[in-house]
């Protein structure tokens, strides 16, 4: 499907990774490429989909998020 959601994952106490965020495209559809790339500040998440297009071939789609605080989903 060439598409794939997006984990952030931090540490827990007992030096066990949990998942902090679950980010996928709310449109997502076949070969998008969904999370090719992410970037990550502190108050957003920019996840690329590298064939998302709605009027153009092979043009991609960013998709960002705004971080509500650092346990919370966008």
């Not at 790339?37 to 998020?65: F, I, N, P």
């Amino acid at each position: 499907r060439y598409t794939a959601p997006v984990y952030l994952e931090a540490p827990s106490d007992d030096d066990a990774w949990r998942t902090e965020l679950y980010l996928k495209a709310s449109d997502a559809a076949d070969n998008d490429v969904f999370g090719n790339a992410v970037d990550l500040g502190s108050e957003w998440v920019a996840v690329g989909a590298e064939q998302r297009s709605h009027s153009a071939s092979y043009a991609g789609s960013v998709y960002l998020y705004r971080l509500q605080s650092a346990t919370s989903q966008p």
